[in-house]
């Protein structure tokens, strides 16, 4: 095999709680901070302690983030998994292993065997058995090291920042990466053909997963009030928002400007996160599939009283319980039409931590101005694995955008007011807070028929007046959502793809792919669900579209055709579905024998 | 009730001490059947807050969904309401008091919209000691579904269909002192004279304040056979004693008057005055409040009056430590922790 540098794909096979994920993180940080993109993903079970655990690692100078198939090295320390991990490595490959046991498989002749003795070299170095078993974790990274060519200097840095103020943490984890180094060059040729070199690829770029972006732009948004109930893989969203606010948001008196109420199930968080936006704060929740099951009561409410509020949905491999620990982009037409009677709501769609961030700060200015539920769609891809993203950045002198809502001056100035009116023709009213006033304003907010001043009615006219006014609404929004990032759009290609959130890594590279193969295709990325006039012109504008998702019945191209009324058979679906990330290979390749079908065809 | 509502005010209105009169906390007319219990409990609510003297935009109110949770619209007619979905205003008063902790919550619900479909949100409601008044406009059916048994009808309990109810009645007031509630009372929507002062104290109280307030429904469940009907009401009610609420602005120490009265002072000042109080029953003791409620119960009597109260008790936003300021009162300002805080954390991602 010839030297590939910087452009191979890793694997480890863990047990599940040994200690192992934050020496994965390690390795991964390490080739980062050598300057070379990476995309490491968790892959794991729902399950507390002893199931089979994988993280991969890809390692890719051109910035291809998304997952690739085939292993080129595993390094496999789950005696439960070992025989299918070895199975799974690429032709050519190598496989890292502990030694101190002889292996009684047979072994494979297309890959390299890797011995280290990490549980040997632990004993004989450590003394306490629970440092014996961590270090065991260290000792790989460090032999890592040296087969891939990454710097001791790394290690060195990452652990003086990681133990800092606990100093005397860092002889000794330095000491486990030089067992694994030292072993490897007594023992082995070294660097392998497959190795990491420094490069300046990676700038000012940050290493972090969408649930903290998420938790952390929820901060910056202004949300005073978070409810929730536990769920895979959204938990960990409102564990950043505590720990960010914990930190940032606590007053002169040492008390939160913040409240946090783990409810008693999703219902109930939707309900707080509508009483808390009906009373003037900022307002979110965050869940996964099951989760917006739940709430399509309260979110039929917020759309039809028109009551603000932000979720995030961390979608995950559904129907029902599903496929918990795995990611999907299943939940695109439940959310869209979530609730019963003529529902629809607002998606942004993220693709990067970057995009967490922004977009969920900004939905809070969204929700307010557009006085509905807003739905943050990202997944667990995006969710609980660390993507290379821009940095964050905060503009300090942003306010907040409280949409249209009356104060005690407007309401002394204004000589009528309706809640339901539409006054500047936008399909927008203007709302009011309680406790605004101490004689105006004052109405009674329902999921009721009602007119235009909110009074209870079962009158056809006022009632299908106020079902036009959320149509116009719906309109207005089509202008306020962010617009799609038209990726590639040369004149005379006829044919393009289309993708949202997660998909954005895996199409952006199969673009590369399919270019090097004489296909040329055009792109569109949409962020945002109504589609505005953006989106319908680029579809417009192509004969061809390939639509891809990651679910089985093609939900967005239901939603395009369903809402623009395109011809369904101008979309041709790239469906990937088995709760893995898609990856580049499958899109490039579902395309290429399409073209070839319909080749075939003519 | 539907009738016409005199435009006028009569002469003799009295303004309470903030400068408003009881017409300033009325609210539109109602249109539940003529007689409901219900009404009568509005008309309370109204008296209580036009003689507490809280301004009508201080107080909020919320409800689910059935003819009790309709009443909102027909008090307080210059206080924001919010009528949500069925059984689940306990988890919408929880964010409207988590987002303004400077307002008064009147959360009211039915026997239906609380003691199943909410029974979930009401028994967490409870445990978190949320901030709210909790009126039980209890009628021992749906009303607004015509008539079924809801899960607060009584075993042998008939109503206008004329099938004996063969469950058991889940008693609210028990439960919710059984799960921690700090203020537990039931009353009866044809007794002001205890309903209005009970209001009052559940309004003073700085944590969850049940009121089940027994409001017969006249047109499905107010027959014979029927225990929720005036006349059984009537016949089988037993107040724990007689309460009166006195707002004052001191602070004032409890003071045990000989024999059968008690005053609890509460924390904004105001005092609970009880007298005629049962035999050896004090409502701060939860252990005597338990005996007492049983007691009733094998007696086939309906108790009624202040069950329970822990006056020391902590709400919601204590318990969260949460700021003093309304958190829907804060700006970009102090909620935004700025790019320079910003820059640090991209550090750590590096
Ligand atoms: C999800 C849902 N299920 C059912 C209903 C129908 N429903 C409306 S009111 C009600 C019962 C109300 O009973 P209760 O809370 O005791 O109020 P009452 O009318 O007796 O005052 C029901 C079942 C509903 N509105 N929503
Ligand atoms: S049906 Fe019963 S509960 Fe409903 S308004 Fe009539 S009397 Fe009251
Ligand atoms: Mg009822």
């Known amino acids: 095999m010839s030297v590939r540098i910087n452009d191979f794909v890793i694997r480890f096979a863990n047990v599940n709680g040994t200690g192992s994920a934050s020496a994965n993180n390690m390795f991964a940080k390490s080739i980062f901070r050598m300057g070379v993109p990476v995309s490491p993903k968790n892959i794991f079970p729902s399950n507390i302690q002893g199931l089979p655990t994988w993280y991969e690692v890809r390692v890719s100078e051109k910035g291809y983030m998304g997952r690739r198939e085939g292993i080129d090295l595993m390094v496999a320390v789950n005696p439960q998994s070992f025989t299918k991990d070895v199975a799974s490595i690429k032709p050519g490959g190598y496989l890292l292993y502990d030694s101190t046991k002889p292996l009684y498989d047979d072994r494979r002749q297309d890959i390299t065997y890797i011995g280290v003795p990490m549980t040997a070299l632990c004993l004989a170095n450590y003394e306490v058995p629970r440092l014996q078993q961590l270090f065991k974790n260290i000792v790989y990274v460090g032999a890592l090291s040296k087969l891939l060519d990454i710097e001791v200097k790394v290690f060195e840095d990452i652990f003086a920042e990681q133990f800092a103020g606990k100093e005397k943490l860092i002889a000794p984890n330095l000491q486990a990466i030089e067992l694994g180094r030292k072993y490897i060059e007594d023992h082995y040729d070294f660097p392998l053909n497959i190795r990491v070199s420094r490069r300046d690829l990676v700038r000012d770029s940050i290493l972090v997963d969408g649930n903290t972006a998420c938790g952390l732009g929820a901060v910056y948004g202004g949300a005073t009030v978070a409810a929730w109930y536990p769920i895979t893989p959204s938990t960990s969203l409102m564990d950043a928002f505590d720990k960010y606010a914990s930190k940032l948001r606590i007053d002169a008196e040492g008390k939160k400007n913040y409240a946090i109420v783990q409810m008693e199930d999703e219902l109930a968080s939707m309900g707080v996160v509508l009483g808390a936006s009906w009373n003037g704060a900022r307002s979110f929740t965050a869940t996964s599939g099951p989760g917006i099951s739940l709430m399509s009561e309260f979110i039929g409410l917020s759309y039809f009283a028109e009551v603000p509020g932000v979720v995030v949905d961390v979608q995950r491999g559904g129907p029902s319980t599903g496929m918990p620990t795995r990611t999907q982009q299943s939940d695109i037409l439940l959310a869209a039409y979530a609730s019963h009677g003529d529902t629809k709501h607002i998606l942004l769609f993220p693709s990067t931590p970057k995009e967490c961030f922004d977009m969920m700060a900004d939905s809070f200015d969204l929700a307010e101005r557009l006085q509905t539920m807003i739905f943050m769609m990202t997944d667990l891809d995006l969710g609980m694995n660390d993507h290379m993203s821009p940095p964050f950045d905060w503009n300090d002198s942003r306010e907040y955008d409280r949409g249209k809502v009356l104060n005690v001056r407007q309401l002394e100035e204004v000589k009528s007011w309706g809640r339901y009116r539409d006054p500047d023709g936008d399909g927008i009213p203007y709302r009011t807070l309680p406790g605004t006033h101490p004689t105006k304003g004052a109405y009674f907010t329902r999921g009721t028929s009602r007119d235009e001043d909110a009074k209870y009615t079962e009158e056809s006219a006022p009632y299908v007046r106020n079902m036009q006014r959320l149509q116009v609404k719906w309109e207005t929004a089509k202008t306020m959502v962010p617009k799609p990032e038209i990726v590639r759009n040369e004149a005379g290609v006829s044919e393009a793809i289309i993708y949202f959130g997660t998909t954005a890594w895996a199409a952006q590279e199969s673009l590369d792919i399919l270019e090097d193969q004489g296909i040329n295709l055009n792109a569109m990325r949409v962020k945002a669900f109504p589609f505005g006039n953006e989106v319908v012109e680029f579809l417009a504008n192509h004969d061809t579209v390939y639509v891809i998702e990651q679910n089985r019945d093609a939900q967005f191209k239901t939603l395009l055709v369903n809402e623009l009324g395109e011809d369904p058979a101008k979309f041709i679906s790239v469906l990937n579905y088995d709760g893995f990330p898609i990856t580049a290979d499958f899109v490039s390749q579902t395309i290429q024998a399409r073209k070839l079908a319909t080749v075939g065809n003519i | ?350």
């Open chain 2, 1 to 350: 009730m539907t009738y016409i509502k005199p435009a006028f005010r009569h002469p003799d209105a009295q303004k309470n001490s903030i400068g408003f009169y009881r017409k300033d906390y009325e609210g539109a007319l109602s249109t539940l059947c003529a007689g409901c219990g219900h009404d009568s409990i509005s008309s309370a609510i109204i008296q209580a807050c036009f003689e507490l003297a809280i301004e009508p935009h201080k107080i909020a109110k919320l409800s689910g969904i059935g003819c009790s949770s309709k009443t909102p619209a027909y008090y307080l007619g210059q206080s924001h309401g919010f009528n949500t979905v069925h059984g689940r205003m306990p988890s919408v008063a929880t964010g409207a008091y988590l987002a303004n902790r400077d307002l008064k919550y009147i959360g009211v619900s039915g026997d239906g919209d609380s003691a199943s479909i909410g029974m979930g949100q009401f028994v967490h409601a409870i445990r978190r000691n949320l901030n709210v008044v909790y009126i039980i406009m209890n009628n021992g059916c749906y009303g607004l579904t015509k008539g079924q048994d809801s899960a607060t009808a009584d075993a042998g309990s008939m109503s206008r269909k004329g099938a004996p109810n063969p469950f058991e009645a889940i008693d609210m007031p028990s439960l919710a002192l059984e799960l921690g509630a700090t203020f537990v009372g039931r009353s009866f929507s044809g007794d002001k004279a205890q309903l209005i002062p009970m209001i009052k104290a559940a309004l003073s109280h700085p944590g969850f304040a049940l009121l089940d307030v027994i409001s017969p429904c006249v047109t499905f469940n107010n027959n014979k056979g029927s225990t929720k009907s005036y006349d059984y009401t009537r016949e089988h009610i037993e107040a724990t004693g007689t309460i009166d609420f006195v707002p004052i602005e001191q602070e004032i120490t409890v003071d045990y008057k000989e024999g059968s009265s008690k005053e609890i002072a509460l924390h904004d000042g105001s005092i609970i005055e009880l007298s005629k109080l049962a035999n050896g029953f004090d409502p701060t003791d939860k252990l005597s409040s338990i005996l007492k409620m049983h007691e009733a119960r094998t007696k086939g009597q309906i108790l009624t009056g202040l069950m329970y109260i822990d006056p020391d008790t902590k709400g919601l936003h204590d318990l969260l430590q949460t700021s003093d300021t309304p958190l829907n009162t804060m700006g970009a300002d102090v909620l935004n922790p700025g790019q320079a805080a910003l820059a640090k954390i991209n550090s750590e991602f590096r």
